[in-house]
């Protein structure tokens, strides 16, 4: 199944019902690294896992408990009501890749989504989404947000070196006014084959 999320700005009014921003690996492929990517609006896991779950549960049975890293949430909830139940919430540092999100299903399994940040841009997290509910896809969630970085350094680095040579007249500059051109210097070269 791959669900499509609009852009929404990133200041927002909370209390509003705001689209979930989640993109998920088609059902029935084979299991890959990642099931899917999430972008959440905040690092807010009591305000931000509810609506999480509200989609995932009739797709994939109902979460029971959900792991994070802690590097990327301030705050780590032991539990968060959620519609009709509550979510456990557990975390780990050197064995959770901080950029997932591991979920727990009793009935059903686990899945392992992408979490990108919320500050992220909306062409990136959208190029993140896709990569990462591709099924054939071989990378970590680390590994695609090292990629993403990668990215955003080198576009940055090429804007950079565009917005100089703009600056520096570009393709059509003339030569600068205090260097004059180069010019000839004919002179006769004697003849050394005869005699003077």
Do not use: C
Not at 37 to 46: F, G, V
Not at 63 to 71: L, S, Y
């Amino acid at each position: 199944m791959t669900t499509t999320i609009p852009y929404t700005p990133a200041v927002e009014d909370r209390t509003s019902s705001l689209p979930l921003r989640l993109m998920l690996a088609p059902a029935g492929t084979a299991p890959a690294l990642l099931d899917g990517a999430w972008w959440p609006r905040s690092r807010d896991l009591t305000a931000e896992l509810p609506a999480l779950t509200a989609v995932l549960d009739p797709l994939w049975g109902r979460i029971t408990r959900v792991t994070v890293n802690p590097a990327f949430w301030p705050v780590i909830p032991r539990k968060v009501p959620v519609d009709g139940h509550v979510v456990g919430v557990g975390w780990f540092t050197a064995e959770q890749d901080p950029h997932k999100l591991l979920l727990l299903s009793y009935s059903v399994g686990r899945w392992d989504l992408l979490v990108i940040p919320p500050e992220t841009g909306p062409a990136t997290a959208a190029r993140l989404m896709t990569e990462a509910a591709d099924p054939l896809g071989t990378l970590t969630a680390s590994a695609l947000m090292n990629e993403a970085e990668q990215r955003r350094i080198a576009e940055e680095t090429e804007l950079s070196l565009v917005s100089v040579w703009d600056s520096e007249g570009g393709h059509g500059a003339s030569l600068p006014t205090s260097r004059s051109p180069a010019r000839a210097v004919i002179a006769q070269v004697p003849d050394t084959t005869k005699g003077i």
